[in-house]
């Protein structure tokens, strides 16, 4: 899709949108009427989710690397160039570490944890606040994906961790600086979507206590449905953290 649009319409981009969160999230809002600008490193997974959307003719799939200042620029250069503006910025491009033991982890893994799921989200930010501050009508909306691992964290996962909880002031910080420019930000805190990512969730997970047991997980849908709604939002309403998680499993408790 290479149009320039002649009428108003509700513009999101969707980081890491070729798969799991992301993608199931980039249908939803193409499913609610947004043109979805779909972002990640793969170009046929981005192909793949446009093709499986409802209406492909509002899919933008654009390969970029979250990772790379250069890369991220150019994303949003081709944003504002085909659409002219941007309401809705979903930070969801993350990546898991190996799970092993703190003094294990290698630097390496580490940083590569920080690059996509910190960094990566900044960059996103201030592009979009830069573009958003700009365009008329003047604003819109970040929302980024944080995690439940940022208020209750699993064993063996440090950098994921810690990453998610630098997500979190990430967000009140921008959420701050948006103020004055009707830019609403917040953060969706996921526990146990289903998803190909979490299919060793319902195997077994190391839990706090020592044991390995297997943990519930909720149709990623429900994630979905969530993020349009918040979304859809005026801004005059922010949702500044909100947690959506599988009912039955061990966040809440002792273990």
Not at 148 to 176: C, D, E, F, Q, W
Request: proline share 4%; glycine share 10%.
């Amino acid at each position: 899709m290479s149009q320039n649009l002649s009428s108003p319409s509700r513009i999101a981009l969707v980081t890491g949108a070729g798969r799991g969160i992301g993608r199931a999230c980039s249908l939803a809002l193409i499913e609610a009427g947004w043109i979805v600008v779909l972002a990640g490193r793969q170009a046929e997974a981005l192909e793949a989710v446009a093709e499986a959307s409802a209406a492909p003719e509002r899919a933008c799939p654009v390969v970029a690397d979250v990772r790379d200042e250069a890369s991220v620029k150019d994303l949003f250069a081709v944003l504002h160039g085909r659409f002219g503006r941007l309401d809705f910025l979903f930070n969801n491009a993350g990546i898991f570490t190996a799970g092993v033991p703190l003094e294990d982890l290698p630097l390496a893994d580490w940083q590569a944890a920080v690059d996509v799921n910190l960094t990566g989200a900044f960059l996103c930010t201030r592009e979009a606040f830069r573009l958003m501050k700009a365009q008329a009508p003047r604003g819109g909306r970040i929302l980024n994906n944080g995690s439940i691992s940022a208020h209750a964290p699993r064993p063996n996962s440090v950098a994921y961790t810690a990453t998610k909880h630098a997500m979190t002031g990430l967000t009140r910080s921008a959420a701050l600086d948006g103020r004055a420019f009707d830019i609403a930000v917040g953060q969706i805190d996921i526990g146990n979507a289903a998803t190909d990512m979490t299919t060793t969730m319902a195997s077994g997970m190391l839990q706090a206590d020592g044991q390995v047991r297997a943990e519930a997980r909720m149709d990623v849908q429900q994630v979905a449905d969530m993020v349009v709604h918040i979304a859809g939002l005026p801004l005059s309403a922010n949702v500044l953290f909100t947690t959506v998680m599988a009912t039955a499993m061990p966040f809440v408790g002792r273990g």
